[in-house]
DNA sequence: TTGATATAGCAAGGGATCGGTACTATAAGA
DNA sequence: TCTTATAGTACCGATCCCTTGCTATATCAA
C-alpha cells in the first residue's frame, strides 16, 4: 500500500523547496523546472495549497508563491490534511462534529472502535510533530546502499525533540479549567 | 484521506474477533453473522489473510480459520502489509530490494528523499508496536461524546508500553564492524 | 459411500478515484 | 497595452478498489 499520492509528493517537493528559499518565493514555472516536475500538474498543487492557507500568492510578472508561515510551524499533518482532506485511519475516526460516524454501520457492533481511534489520534500526533523544516533539511547523511544494512542516520535537528508520547499519554485536557 | 481500505476494514474486525476467542476458531459465516459483514468479500479477505501466513484454516465440515500466531504477537504493521501489500509512505520508500527506488524519476535532484524515509521508518515502527492483542482488547473506556474536549483514555496495556523512539534514533546499525 | 459443510483458487465487471490536460478569467508590472 | 503569472473550472483516460460468481478440493458424519 502506497500511503502518499503523487499529489502529495509533488507537493511536498515544492514545499521543501519553498521552505529551503524562506522567506523569498518562485513561480510555478520555476519550481517545475528545478525540480523536473509537471508544470500543469504543479500548478493546480500549488493553487490548492494556497487556497487552504499553506502558501501566499503574488500575482503579476514578479509574482509567484510562497510560504504562509516559517517552515518551522508548518507540520507534515498540516500538509497532508491541505492536499488530501482530513485525514483518519478507518471510516470511524472522524474527527468533524456534525456528522461524527455515519460512514460506518457497525457503530454498536465494532469491537474494535475505540481502540482505532487510539492509535488514529496517536498517529495524528506522530504527524503533527514532524516539520515542513525537517523535511526540508539538507540530507547530510550518505547514501542508502541496498544490502549494507545500515541506513537511516538520525537528522541533527530531530535530536533536539521530544520523545512520542505513547499510546498510554493521549491528548486529554485534563484541565479545562 | 483514508489511510485503510474498507477491506483492512474488516480484516481487523475479523482478526480482533478472533483474537478474542483465541485458541478456538470461528468459520467465514459465522464471523460474517456476527460480525454484519459481508459474506463474500469476508470469504475472501480470510483466504488472503491464510495465503500471508496471518491466520491457518481447516476445512471440512467443523472447519474454520484461527489465528496462526497468539494476538500479542501479530502487529498491526504485519496485518496491513498482509492485506495492502508492501506498505510505504511514498515511492522512493520501498523495502524491497532489487527494483530499490526503480519507480521515482527524480531520485538525484529529490530533495527530501533521505528525510522522507526517515519519517517511513519511525511510522513504520509505530505500526509495529501495536498488536492485534490491543486492538482486540475489551473498549472499557466511555463513549467518546463529540464537543466533551476529553476522551481517549488510555488502554491498561499500553501504559507499559516502551515510548516510541525519536526519529533521531532511527534503526541504525551503528557498528557493522 | 454418499452428502453436507467449508475453504481454495480464479475470473470478471462496475464504480470511484487519481493523474494529467486544457481553457478562460483576473491581476500586476513594464 | 503587452507580458507574465495566478485563479477557477471542466474534462478525459487509466487505474485501482470493491464486490460477486463459479468451480474444485478437503473433511466429517451418517
Given amino acids: 500500500m502506497l500511503l502518499l499520492t503523487r499529489k502529495t509528493d509533488y507537493a511536498l517537493l515544492a514545499l521543501a523547496s519553498l521552505a529551503r528559499q524562506t522567506p523569498a518565493g ?5 519550481l517545475a523546472e528545478r525540480l523536473k516536475l509537471p508544470l500543469p500538474v504543479l500548478r493546480n498543487i500549488l493553487k490548492q495549497l494556497t487556497s487552504r492557507g499553506v502558501l501566499k500568492s503574488t500575482r503579476g510578472t514578479r509574482g509567484g508563491y510562497r510560504l504562509a508561515r516559517s517552515p518551522q510551524e508548518i507540520t507534515l499533518a498540516q500538509l497532508l490534511e491541505a492536499i488530501e482532506g482530513p485525514m483518519r485511519l478507518a471510516r470511524c475516526c472522524s ?7 455515519a460512514e460506518c454501520k457497525l457503530e454498536e457492533s465494532c469491537l474494535i472502535r475505540g ?4 492509535v488514529h489520534a496517536s498517529l495524528m500526533q506522530f504527524l503533527d510533530e514532524v516539520t515542513l523544516a525537517q523535511l526540508a533539511e539538507e540530507d547530510s547523511s550518505a547514501e542508502l546502499k541496498p544490502g ?3 541506513g537511516l542516520s538520525p537528522l541533527t ?11 498510554a499519554e493521549q491528548p486529554d485536557v485534563r484541565d479545562p479549567s
Same sequence: chains 1, 2.
Fill in 26 to 30: 518562485a513561480s510555478a514555472r520555476g
Fill in 148 to 150: 549494507s544494512g545500515a
Fill in 115 to 118: 481502540n482505532m481511534r487510539r
Fill in 95 to 101: 474527527v468533524p462534529e456534525g456528522e461524527e460516524e
Fill in 157 to 167: 535537528t530531530l535530536k533536539d525533540r521530544q520523545p512520542y508520547p505513547r499510546l
